[in-house]
């Protein structure tokens, strides 16, 4: 399942192979039948000519004028048999207790139901204990936070003048790397603070007058802190640069070239990204010592979720909806809208008719989407309504379906929409709403 792949230029790197199966040379969506829904013949074909079919079939019908709704062969929505047994079942080399981790990290591990190293850990924690650079090719969902956080709380540990730069490309994914990190961390004396962009810089000024170890925060809002003097960059010995793609995606490449030439080279550093983009690859060039890169197989996300379609009658869209709410086995569900002021409505609507629904999306402030997130993770809200952008680095445990009540743009926004379920160990139902023909 997993194969280990150097990418860079053979100068640069040291490659490394537990496997010897041959390197994998490109991500590729799973290829599968279709399962004779009568949508027609079409397959859920690669990853590229499904995508490309989507955005033809969208300019198509933009052009045509009228409502701008993406047409679609529904056909890739649907895949309501998938197949576990296409993947190899990863066989870890290693246990939580092989790696030298202090037994109370390994408790509170196995507490949150985590019986054995993920690929990526499994592969990339003795590295980093080797206080090797490392090049973690890993996707969200992979356990890629735990394998970067286990060894570097294991090395804080040992020496207490460790400090950690993470970075991250949004808000919600250094929090939740910061929740990862107090789980992880309970009981030692180990201090981290979070630095994000659309929040007040006061109080992140005040945190970094304190001793901390690790310093999470979004490139933007780092690079502030650290040309006002507030982050001093001397003390920083390990930098981790987390979904490093979606960084540079987001147009973070300056500032984050800024950053790591403001930090010690005589640093390890930790670049983890699902894909490796030749800007990537100039970054590790850049910035990174011999770096070992580490590839798992992506995880194509429609192994561990069923996807169906929903056929409906504009008229009677809520009401399908509210009636596939009604079942039981709905127990978290993210429903996923084209825009911010449709998403506020639907989350109302619902409300109204009994359901506890929260939303996310541009127009609430970081507060607030983090109060309707709270709800939905601690459970008091059963249905987060949400858009594309907001929902974008959100990790919620154990969401059983989503819901897209409007159509996604592009199969990109599709792939992204339905891993938020289906996450971990976990099986999860993708159900996309289609009008009836
Ligand atoms: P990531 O976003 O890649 O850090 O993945 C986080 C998700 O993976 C969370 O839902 C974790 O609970 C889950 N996870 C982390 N490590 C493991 C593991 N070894 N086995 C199963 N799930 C894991």
């Known amino acids: 399942m997993t194969t280990q792949t150097s990418r860079l230029p053979q100068s640069r790197r040291r490659s490394y192979s537990s496997s010897g199966t041959k390197p994998e040379q490109s ?32 300019n198509r ?59 990526i850990q499994d592969q990339v924690i003795p590295l980093i204990n080797d206080g090797k650079d490392v090049v973690g090719l890993a996707e969200t969902g992979s356990g890629k936070t735990a394998a970067f956080l286990l060894p570097l709380i294991k090395k804080t540990l040992t020496n207490k003048n460790q400090v950690t730069l993470i970075l991250t490309p949004t808000r919600e994914l250094a929090l939740q790397a910061e929740a990862e990190f107090r789980k992880f961390s309970v009981g030692f004396k180990l201090y981290a603070t979070s630095c994000v962009g659309g929040t007040s ?32 960059t001397e003390r920083i010995n390990n930098v981790v640069l987390d979904e490093a793609d979606r960084m540079l ?30 800007e990537a690859e100039r970054m ?10 580490v590839s798992v197989k992506k995880k194509d996300v429609t192994d561990s979720i069923t996807q169906d379609v929903v056929p409906y009658e504009h008229v009677h869209k809520f009401d399908t909806l509210l009636a596939l709410l009604s079942k039981e086995e709905m127990r978290r569900v993210i429903i996923f809208g084209s825009m911010k002021h449709s998403v506020e409505k639907l989350s109302n609507e619902l409300c109204r008719s009994g359901i506890k629904a929260e939303s996310i999306h541009g127009n609430k402030s970081h507060g607030q989407r983090q109060r309707s997130l709270n709800a939905f993770k601690s459970g008091n809200a059963r249905v987060l309504v949400a858009t594309d952008v907001a929902a974008r680095g959100i990790h919620v445990d154990n969401v059983s379906h989503v819901i897209n009540y409007d159509l996604p743009n592009t199969f990109e926004d599709y792939v992204h929409r339905i891993g938020r379920t289906g996450r971990g160990v976990h099986k999860g139902q993708a159900l996309t709403f289609v009008p009836k023909r």
């Open 27 to 58: 991500f590729s969506r799973n290829r599968r039948p279709n399962n004779g829904t009568g949508f027609g013949s079409g397959r859920f074909g690669g990853h590229k000519r499904s995508h490309n079919n989507f955005r033809n079939n969208r």
């Open 61 to 119: 019908a933009r052009s045509g004028g009228g409502r701008k709704q993406p047409t679609f062969d529904p056909s890739q929505f649907i895949n309501k048999n998938p197949i576990e047994t296409k993947e190899e079942v990863y066989v870890p080399k290693h246990r939580f207790t092989d790696f030298g981790l202090h037994p109370r990290i390994v408790e509170a591990v196995t507490g949150q139901g985590i019986s054995s190293p993920s690929p």
């Open 201 to 232: 810089i006061r109080p992140q000024i005040r945190a970094l007058k304190r001793i901390n170890h690790f310093i999470i925060g979004t490139p933007g809002r780092i690079l502030d802190l650290i040309n006002r003097g507030d982050l001093r």
């Open 249 to 278: 995606d987001m147009g973070f490449i300056h500032d984050m070239r800024k950053i790591l030439e403001n930090v010690t080279k005589n640093r390890q550093t930790l670049f983890f990204s699902a894909t490796m983009t030749a």
């Open 284 to 293: 590790v060039n850049d910035f990174m010592r011999s770096p070992v890169t």
